[in-house]
Every structure is written in structure tokens, then in C-alpha cells.
């Protein structure tokens, strides 16, 4: 049996494996390639993680956010374009969802005058800052539904092939 960690700032692979109880010995066999002393170096971050790795331990350990955090917060390119998402309730994905498409069907009509002569002018740029940060926050509720699903299916409570038709 492994030792428990006391270390304070805890990366988020180590977090989600203490969370599921697994020693890092469970977790390598449980990826079938990984050795615990890679699974350390990642934890520990002696050692980039790499994208294979991220799929490999978001899949056996049922965490799909790790995806999601490694593109936000590691990968380079997702780190300019990739927002960290929040798993919440679905209640709470519904209500922000349909709040930000009630403002964008308000909103429609202005975007429409913006983008009639193909260009945004000085006067209009305030409405277009306006409009695209209410079309971010619908981006970002489509990304957290997604994640939401990936959890619930990684969890056992929906059918990931109702999903692949």
C-alpha cells in the first residue's frame, strides 16, 4: 500500500486519483502501460504530461475534466483558445444556457446592423464587444453541457452510443 501525500499544491491528476483512493501502483495498472513512477513524475510535475497520458488517465479514472483542464491550462495552443470549464449541475447549465440565448435573441437585430457593411465601425464596437461576450458565454454553456455529458456517461448514467448517432 502506498503512502498517502502530504504535499500542499497538489496538482490536479494527483487531487483525482487520491479522490478515487488509488495508490499510483492501482492507477498504472489500471492504465496497462504507465508505470506509478511515470504517474509520479506527471503528479509531481517533473515531467510534461502529454495529451495520450491525459486520455489515458481522464478515461480510467472516469474524469473527463482532466481534458478540459489540460488543454485550458497546459497545451499551449488550447491555452489561448480553450476556456477551463466548470462541471455544475444540469439545472445550473440550463438556466445560464437559456439566459445568454434570451439576451443573444435581443441582442440579434444590432448584430445584424454591425455586420450589414461588413466591418465593424468605431461606434458600433461597444454593441459587438457586447453581443460576442453573450455569444462566449453560450460557447462556454455548450462546453460545459459536453462536459456534462462526458461525466454522466463516463459515470455510468448515460448511453454513450445515443450520443455517436
Not at 495508490?23 to 489500471?30: F, L, P, Q
Not at 502529454?50 to 491555452?79: H, M, R
Request: glycine share 4%; hydrophobic share 35%; net charge negative.
Amino acid at each position: 500500500m502506498g503512502r498517502a501525500s502530504t504535499k500542499e499544491n497538489k496538482s490536479i491528476y494527483q487531487i483525482t486519483r487520491e479522490e478515487l483512493k488509488l495508490t499510483r501502483e492501482k492507477a498504472s495498472e489500471m492504465t496497462g502501460f504507465m508505470s506509478a513512477e511515470h504517474i509520479e513524475k506527471i503528479e509531481n510535475g517533473k515531467i510534461n504530461i502529454q495529451p495520450d497520458d491525459v486520455l489515458t488517465l481522464a478515461q480510467c479514472y472516469k474524469a473527463p475534466k482532466l481534458c478540459n483542464y489540460y488543454c485550458s491550462n497546459e497545451c499551449p495552443i488550447g491555452q489561448k483558445y480553450v476556456p477551463e470549464v466548470q462541471i455544475k449541475d444540469l439545472s445550473q447549465i440550463a438556466i445560464e444556457t437559456l439566459n445568454s440565448l434570451n439576451r443573444i435573441n435581443r441582442e440579434k437585430d444590432r448584430l445584424l446592423e454591425i455586420i450589414e457593411d461588413g466591418k465593424v465601425t468605431n461606434d458600433e464596437i461597444a454593441d459587438f464587444v457586447s453581443i460576442k461576450k453573450t455569444l462566449d458565454k453560450i460557447s462556454l454553456s455548450v462546453d460545459t453541457l459536453q462536459l456534462w455529458v462526458d461525466q454522466a456517461i463516463a459515470d455510468g448514467n448515460l448511453d454513450r452510443s445515443v450520443f455517436e448517432k
